[in-house]
């Protein structure tokens, strides 16, 4: 049988596994294109992490998680997702340094929950990871924030 895994069934030979020509590329290759997909689309990272076990391992990188986008996600969403598989997603990207990821773990943090140090860290974390949105809300934060003036 032409593409048989198994040389000869009757003589119980150990079987033969075809080498997979996705193994031919290397492990960084396929790392950088599955963090171009991830860059445009979260949907399509699943969809690639589905579709095979070597499109499941490049696509489980922390530098994939690290760039995945983050626009899709609506930020009120954050709150909705206590323990499900999308809080653990969420909580990757932040442990990988997703600038987005920490933006809105941030926001979350100072508005919603309303722990204004922990959402100050993690906006000037963002800061620092190179969003540009996050300089932004945390120097107006600091500007509005006159929690501890007295009243004149």
Not at 44 to 57: E, G, R
Not at 59 to 84: K, N
Not at 117 to 146: F, K, N
Request: with cysteine; proline share 3%; aromatic share 10%.
């Amino acid at each position: 049988m032409v593409g048989s895994s198994k040389i000869n069934r009757k003589e119980g030979n150990v079987p033969v596994e075809h080498e997979c020509p996705l193994n031919l590329l290397p492990r960084n290759i396929w790392v950088r294109i599955a963090t171009k997909v991830a860059s445009n689309s979260i949907h399509d990272m699943f969809n690639m992490q589905a579709s095979c076990k070597v499109f499941l391992d490049a696509a489980s990188s922390e530098t994939v998680y690290q760039h995945v986008t983050m626009r899709v996600i609506p930020l009120v969403s954050f709150l909705f997702y206590l323990d499900w598989p999308e809080r653990r997603f969420i909580d990757r990207c932040i442990e990988a340094g997703n600038a987005d990821a920490i933006l809105r773990q941030g926001l979350t943090e100072y508005f919603w929950i309303g722990r204004r140090g922990i959402g100050m860290e993690l906006l000037s974390r963002a800061w620092m990871e190179v969003s540009v949105e996050a300089g932004y809300l945390s120097a107006m934060l600091l500007l509005c924030d006159h929690e501890n003036e007295e009243e004149m």
